[in-house]
């Protein structure tokens, strides 16, 4: 920070220290961290917004996921038409998947899908196409009864892990500083414990390196479906 400042300075440019935020990134966050400007003590967050991504201090990305179902859900809400029975029903889907669908996975490539994700994404593609259907929960109807009556699939999942392998494969194709972050290994010992899932474990076949060496060849890249897990096809 001090370097900063002092290269700021040299260009007439000046730190806001009150918009100026601190965050420690850690396993179980909570870490507090002591950075001045000029004697003067940033902010220390746990939460922190950049370019439209919420990030967490303990690295996971529920909170962005639930900000952005949140956000998509609200999309929804202020379009009336979706509702209304005097347009076709396929042109309401379509209005959906261009309109509510690109707000809830902005991002989307970025994210961990650990299991409690997976089942909120899930459970926000549901909701989506009840209100579609204009089906209550008095209803009794299951889930597959109601993907039946609007004849749709569940999708969302599956197009969150295609952008996760488009851009995985474009970053691993490069040279660029997101191939560092991806490569790099972490100094010190592992915490015991489970280790975590990572970023990109979920479009791992067997190891980074196997997954390279497919990125490699687009074509084969292109035709290649990363794996499922098994609670996402219930």
Partial sequence: MDSLNTTAKHYDMKINIKK???????????ERANIT?????????????????LISEDGRCLDDVKTRIGMAKDAFNKR????????????????????VWPVVLYGCETWTMRK??????NAFEMWVWRRMGKVSWMDKRTNEQVLSSMNEKRSLIKTIWDRKKNWIGHVVRGDGLMKLVLEGRMEGKRPRGRPRMGMIDDVLDETYGDMKRKAENRESWRIWKPRTCPWAEN
């Fill in 37 to 53: 400007v000029e004697g003067q003590s940033i902010k220390q967050v746990s939460k922190f917004r950049y370019l439209g991504s």
């Fill in 116 to 121: 409690e994700e997976i089942n909120r994404l």
């Fill in 80 to 99: 009336k038409e979706l509702l209304t029975r005097s347009i076709r029903v396929d042109l309401r889907k379509r209005l959906v998947k261009t309109l």
């Fill in 20 to 30: 100026t935020k601190a965050i420690v990134v850690l396993r179980n966050g909570g």
